[in-house]
């Protein structure tokens, strides 16, 4: 099987210009096929404050009202993934195209079912079109995108990046054999997150177990994991959690998740 | 040759909920290879100066500043982009796919040339990619252009929408028989602009020498119908001048331009 790199990459390295151009250059220099998907950073949260866009929350959990959505989709499927696709265009090694999910039906999704909270303009992915993406790979494209999707009904969804990431990377597993990155600006997963080298170099599901239990592994990086393990489960053939600089540089002390 | 039609819808449109819908719902019916170039509609204007971004106006044109190009990138490739191809897959038959002259290296253009007026971030059309626009029609995808592009070195441009839709058939000639329609909210090129009725049914190039003469077609119609006589000129078959609801509706009176 051919190999397919996809990589994620998260919204502390998208806000850091400097960050973001090194990533690009690097992931552009990768001579196999590949896919972007990239989080949204701060600047939604500043454009809404300016735009006087509240942004609601219920018990510490962030709700995406239709103006939210609209600043999101402006920010994240605009200004973010096209000037992510002009970069990666100026290398001139690297063929990109920016998605949103609603684009070529790519992922489609259904709104997050009300249980406590309504989240508003959720969407939990249903499916990702991997026979569409591999024609795009096929025929030399590298794919990034943006965490839209929508319905199938007219409705675009805010979706989680991370989610997104690992939903692609499974689906593209029928045709490649798929290395899953999630980048960010830490090294991995630390046992001390104000150590910044004490990185956590290999973790199976039992150890995440224990690491929950310690609550080494907490907040935020729980999902990732989840989303980690559901791509190993589902035929990914390796996931690592690392810093942005790590595409290109793979000696780098990093974290790789195994089952 | 397969026909294939070009429609450019204008601001208007874009920015009056119902018509949008309106058109989407018949050019999604059309049964025919097509492509969709989207204007911006004054969304852009509203949303600049709640962001505290000002219009910079130089002897009455435009000006195009950093700000003011991250503003329309949001919501023309975002907002305005996004929501129509959502809404074209709503229909379930027609398979829309959002672009910038940046995904997959479409249309390349070059900042516009400084004479009396530097324009800032504004691109003249170099060139469009007609062999990759064809790879996606003949694999059953509608492209929905905004009018942004990029000059391959990692820079965006705001384009007029146009002469966008203008150069795309022009492109598209060396494969299709092409139909290019300039849709808005009035029925044509008027006699009379205090009569909506007063529609010039056929004009060519002759007449148009008259029409401009006379002062009859002035201002912002005189570079629409250069766009138009280009685009006959260099081998497209058709070119009308028509409300939006004329796409599916080819008795509506309205104007054909002929050489």
Redesign the interface.
């Known amino acids: 099987m051919e190999k397919l790199l996809v990589a994620k990459i998260g919204g502390n390295i998208v806000d850091n210009e400097e960050a973001l151009a090194s990533f690009l250059k690097d992931f552009a220099a990768i001579d196999q096929p590949k896919i972007l998907i990239h989080g949204g950073g701060k600047i939604a949260t500043r454009?809404a404050e300016?735009?006087?866009v509240k942004t609601e929350m219920i018990n510490g959990r962030r709700i995406t009202s239709k103006e939210n959505l609209?600043v999101v989709?402006?920010?994240?499927?605009?200004?973010i993934?096209?000037?992510i696709?002009?970069?990666l265009?100026?290398t001139?090694t690297c063929?990109?195209?920016?998605f949103?999910g609603?684009?070529?039906?790519l992922i489609t999704a259904v709104k997050r079912p009300v249980k406590d909270i309504d989240y508003g303009f959720v969407g939990d992915v249903i499916s990702v079109n991997e026979d569409r993406i591999h024609?795009f790979l096929a025929?030399g494209?590298t794919p990034v995108f943006c965490a839209?999707t929508?319905d199938?009904?007219?409705?675009?969804f805010n979706t989680n990046a991370d989610t997104i990431a690992s939903k692609i990377a499974v689906a593209m597993s029928s045709y490649y054999e798929v290395s899953l990155y999630y980048c960010f600006e830490l090294k991995g997963v630390l046992t001390n997150i104000n150590d910044k080298d004490s990185v956590i170099e290999s973790i199976d599901s039992e150890k995440y177990i224990s690491l929950k239990a310690a609550g080494i592994i907490a907040d935020g990086m729980l999902p990732k994991m989840e989303n980690c393990f559901d791509a190993l489960h589902k035929n990914v053939a390796e996931v690592h959690i690392a810093n942005a600089d790590f595409v290109n540089n793979q000696k780098t002390k990093h974290t790789t998740l195994t089952l």
């Open positions: 454009v300016k735009l006087g609209d989709v402006q920010l994240y499927a605009g200004l993934n096209k000037n696709v002009a970069q265009q100026a001139q063929n990109a195209i920016g949103t609603a684009d070529a039906n024609q025929n494209l839209i929508h199938e009904n007219g409705q675009l």
